[in-house]
């Protein structure tokens, strides 16, 4: 009965100690926070860059705009797109909010979705915006690079051709010298020209960011792991 019972006593085949399992649990539940939350600062860091640049770029925007308005008040408002800038400024600040919001882990959060939607469409909206500047500042720039000006008074008097009598004129109110004309304001057109289009682009990589990290970031069903821990792979 002696000889019996020790290799019931000393049997070293058996099951793994719980122990083990306990760490083999562990190790594999930590994947699944440490993944969630690398989604999260993935999907809340990238507003922050692009909404610092449309800020720096719209207050750019509208001041040279305030610049060009001070050689003449007669100066058309698309050919002074102060208001581009302030538009983009807004949008600027409304990336602001997204990079708040979205720090909440719940992306089904009605607010951060909304905000989303709006960003996306303020940012394609600048876009937009960007162009039709660049569109307007092209042509003015092309035009004051042809007139051919003379003082009148406290005007400046322009036209493409003066021998034409039935060319178009341009009169500039309160302008003592038609070299702000003539070389400053087309200075300023291609300033805007610059601005707009690094704008432009700041707004595309904003739109297509958010678009990306919100349709080309998903789960497909791809496990991996052991079966318990319902590990998902991203991809």
Not at 48 to 67: E, H, P, T, W
Not at 107 to 117: D, P
Request: net charge neutral; hydrophobic share 45%; with cysteine.
């Amino acid at each position: 009965m002696g000889m019996g019972a020790s290799p019931l006593g000393s049997s070293g085949g058996g099951n793994a100690p719980p122990g083990n399992e306990k760490k083999k649990k562990g190790k594999a539940g930590t994947g699944g926070p440490v993944t969630e939350e690398a989604q999260i600062c993935c999907g809340c860091r990238f507003p922050l860059l692009v909404a610092l640049l449309q800020l720096l770029l719209g207050i750019a925007i509208a001041g040279v705009a305030f610049l060009m308005l001070a050689i003449s008040s007669s100066l058309l408002a698309r050919e002074t797109p102060h208001w581009a800038g302030i538009i983009l400024c807004l949008v600027a600040l409304l990336g602001f909010v997204l990079f708040c919001i979205t720090r909440v882990p719940d992306e089904r959060a009605t607010v951060q979705f909304v905000t989303k939607l709006l960003y996306f469409l303020f940012c394609t909206i600048g876009l937009v915006i960007s162009v039709l500047v660049i569109a307007f500042q092209c042509h003015h720039y092309a035009l004051t690079n042809s007139f051919l000006c003379k003082e009148m008074g406290e005007d400046c008097t322009c036209t493409l051709d003066p021998e034409d009598p039935i060319a178009r004129t341009f009169t500039y109110s309160g302008v003592a010298d038609c070299s702000a004309i003539v070389s400053t304001l087309p200075m300023y057109n291609l300033l805007q020209i610059v601005l707009n289009l690094a704008q432009a682009i700041v707004c595309l990589v904003g739109a297509f960011m958010l678009w990306k990290h919100r349709y080309q970031v998903f789960f497909a069903g791809l496990q991996t792991g052991s079966p318990s821990a319902q590990q998902w792979q991203k991809v």
